[in-house]
């Protein structure tokens, strides 16, 4: 079985996917200096990539959902100068090609959206499932189609 990844993970992962300069800011109450994930969370929060579970709490050792990192990758997309705004009626023209798209919170409707339509997400699924944790695998994966678009490799 596939092994799932933490926030911490991930956001040291697209840090690291997007050479980001290192920034020394932190705004959450768990991440906390010394940490190893203190840097690339306070890095990717620096620059939008990130936002915490609440205002204060970042949660590094939660599972990152499929939804969550779609969010996080769209975001991503954009620090790289993608155009990752779409009309509500793409956003639901993308979204109905999967069965169980209602089941995607609001706040990540258009991120997933935009993960499929460009192929950051592999649109060969049959369902989305936005609240299962994601594979490493599925991360790779995303990473590596989110550099290519972005004309980055």
């Not at 989305?128 to 972005?150: D, F, G, K, W």
Request: net charge negative; charged share 20%.
């Amino acid at each position: 079985p596939d092994a799932t990844m933490t926030r911490a993970q991930f956001a040291s992962i697209v840090v690291r996917a997007l050479g980001l300069p290192q920034k020394q800011a932190n705004a959450f109450a768990d991440v906390k200096k010394g940490d190893w994930y203190w840097g690339v969370v306070a890095t990717a929060y620096s620059y939008g990539l990130v936002n915490g579970r609440t205002e204060t709490m970042f949660d590094p050792n939660g599972m990152i959902t499929r939804q969550e990192a779609a969010s996080m990758v769209a975001r991503a997309a954009k620090h790289c100068g993608m155009d990752t705004e779409m009309s509500e009626y793409a956003i639901q023209n993308t979204l109905t090609l999967f069965g169980d798209y209602p089941s995607v919170s609001g706040w990540a409707r258009e991120s997933v959206a935009f993960c499929y339509d460009r192929n950051i997400l592999d649109q060969s699924d049959w369902n989305i499932e936005p609240t299962r944790n994601i594979t490493r695998s599925e991360v790779a994966e995303m990473l590596y189609h989110l550099l290519e678009q972005a004309e980055l490799l």
